[in-house]
């Protein structure tokens, strides 16, 4: 008999948003058979306005820093200057969370910062194209594998259950 779990949203972000600190674990988590998955309505929309706020967080960021980005960077001290400017941007943030989106997203986008930081405007804006892809593409995840469906791989109920034994192991 299966094992039953209820999934809340850090870890159906974490499994979806390959730049949060959890991906790895939540991920190879969701990978992992003999498990039946469950998630609320709620949880479902806490996770689509959050990846709405990553979106809008992420895209203030990379606007930061085309805006505060030297002309000709110089390649030696290129991370010193993504780190100065990005720890300039997260201290005008007042939410913690955003601040560790910002954090995640630059540690892993670091390679994806400096191409853009020496590239071409174009390169630039297809950087910008690829997070913003990254989140509807979770966002697409989110709605294909959360429904209210026992084939779904997360069965998310739309409202409580009457008998909540038929839910317990």
């Given at each position: 008999?299966?094992s ?7 870890i ?10 959890q ?6 988590y ?32 990379l ?22 400017l ?9 939410s913690?969370?955003e601040?560790?989106v910002?954090?995640s997203?630059?540690s ?8 853009s930081a ?9 950087f ?19 429904r209210?469906d ?14 909540y034994?038929a839910?317990?192991?």
């Open positions: 008999m299966a039953h779990h209820f999934l809340d949203a850090n159906l972000i974490g499994s979806l948003v390959e730049w949060d600190g991906h790895r674990h939540t991920h190879c969701m990978q992992q058979e003999g498990f039946r998955r469950h998630t609320s309505e709620r949880v479902y929309r806490e996770c689509t306005g959050v990846l709405g706020r990553f979106r809008r967080t992420i895209l203030r960021y606007e930061h820093m085309d805006r505060n980005f030297p002309g000709h960077p110089d390649p030696l001290t290129l991370d010193r200057t993504i780190d100065r990005t720890e300039r941007w997260v201290r005008k943030l007042a913690g969370r601040q560790n910002i954090r997203f630059v892993r986008n670091r390679q994806d910062l400096r191409n020496l590239g071409t405007e174009e390169e630039r804006r297809a910008r194209r690829d997070a913003i892809e990254a989140i509807k593409g979770a966002l697409a995840s989110l709605d294909r594998d959360c209210d026992p084939a779904a791989p997360v069965l998310c109920h739309t409202c409580c259950p009457g008998d034994a839910h317990s192991p």
